[in-house]
């Protein structure tokens, strides 16, 4: 089974506090991406990664980083957290296109939440 | 760029109907990907179903099948003989084909099936 593990269930944090959540998968897929998962917006691109140092920005990279020196680890930077950045995130990690299989494999989610 | 929406927030249906969930999308690819993903109560996100765009029959997985509509661009989800393990919210995803695996979420409908 490919399993998808994420450091933390639950954060809190303060307002500025550098944050790093971790994602690491062990199906040695290419692909890893963060979403955050909000009510009513359901889940939005952060940034994804198609390769080792590869990043590309997603549909709301604002406020964020990401890094991925090892092929099974793709972390996610706050670099200075700010109550909006409240919500769940999810790790995802699929295998490369020409596999042709496209399906995405979601870690549990780390409920962050910024006071 | 596209978009997705999942125009019912939330649906109910009795142990053992039918229940049909809805999903419209707006792209102008010709070749594409749809999917349903299925989020459990404090479980993980899985892959529920996926369609091609270039295939005419519409998929089916045991009791969950779809109804493709693509001039309507609609891609409803059908879930039979309903149990009570199908509680959970429903994502419905777009992926262009040549996005590197990246995709586009609907809002979400949350499920409820009750005995």
Same mark, same amino acid.
């Given at each position: 089974?490919?399993?998808?593990?994420?450091?933390?269930?639950?954060?809190?944090?303060?307002?500025?506090?550098?944050? !790093?959540?971790? #994602?690491?998968?062990?199906?040695?897929?290419?692909?890893?991406? &963060?979403?955050?998962?909000?009510?009513?917006?359901?889940?939005?691109?952060?940034?994804?990664?198609?390769?080792?140092?590869?990043?590309?920005?997603?549909?709301?990279?604002?406020?964020y980083s990401v890094s991925r020196e090892k092929k099974e680890r793709f972390s996610l930077i706050l670099?200075?957290?700010?109550?909006?950045? $409240?919500?769940?995130?999810?790790?995802?990690?699929?295998?490369?296109?020409?596999?042709?299989?496209?399906?995405?494999? !979601?870690?549990?989610?780390?409920?962050?939440?910024?006071? | 760029?596209?978009?997705?929406?999942?125009?019912?927030?939330?649906?109910?249906?009795?142990?053992?109907?039918?229940?049909?969930?809805?999903?419209?999308?707006? $792209?102008?690819?010709?070749?594409?990907?749809? !999917? &349903?993903?299925?989020?459990?109560?404090?479980?993980?996100?899985?892959?529920?179903?996926?369609?091609?765009?270039?295939?005419?029959?519409?998929?089916?997985?045991?009791?969950?099948?779809?109804?493709?509509?693509?001039?309507?661009?609609?891609?409803?989800?059908?879930?039979?003989?309903?149990?009570?393990?199908?509680?959970?919210?429903?994502? #419905?995803?777009?992926?262009?084909?040549?996005?590197?695996?990246?995709?586009?979420?609907?809002?979400?409908?949350?499920? $409820?099936?009750?005995?």
């Amino acid at each position: 089974d490919v399993k998808v593990t994420q450091s933390s269930r639950y954060l809190v944090k303060r307002t500025g506090e550098k944050v !790093f959540l971790e #994602c690491v998968q062990d199906m040695d897929h290419e692909n890893m991406f &963060w979403y955050r998962q909000d009510p009513g917006l359901g889940l939005r691109l952060i940034y994804f990664s198609y390769d080792v140092k590869m990043k590309e920005k997603g549909d709301i990279p604002e406020g964020y980083s990401v890094s991925r020196e090892k092929k099974e680890r793709f972390s996610l930077i706050l670099e200075s957290a700010s109550t909006n950045q $409240t919500s769940m995130y999810l790790c995802a990690s699929s295998p490369s296109d020409k596999l042709r299989t496209y399906e995405q494999y !979601f870690g549990p989610g780390t409920r962050l939440t910024v006071t | 760029a596209q978009t997705v929406t999942q125009s019912q927030p939330e649906m109910s249906v009795q142990e053992a109907e039918t229940v049909t969930l809805s999903c419209t999308y707006d $792209t102008s690819e010709s070749n594409y990907y749809l !999917f &349903w993903y299925k989020q459990p109560p404090s479980r993980q996100m899985i892959l529920v179903i996926r369609q091609e765009a270039y295939k005419q029959q519409n998929a089916t997985e045991n009791r969950f099948s779809v109804n493709f509509q693509k001039a309507a661009k609609s891609f409803s989800l059908k879930i039979s003989d309903s149990q009570l393990g199908d509680t959970a919210m429903y994502f #419905c995803a777009f992926m262009r084909e040549t996005s590197g695996s990246r995709l586009t979420f609907g809002e979400g409908t949350q499920l $409820t099936v009750n005995p």
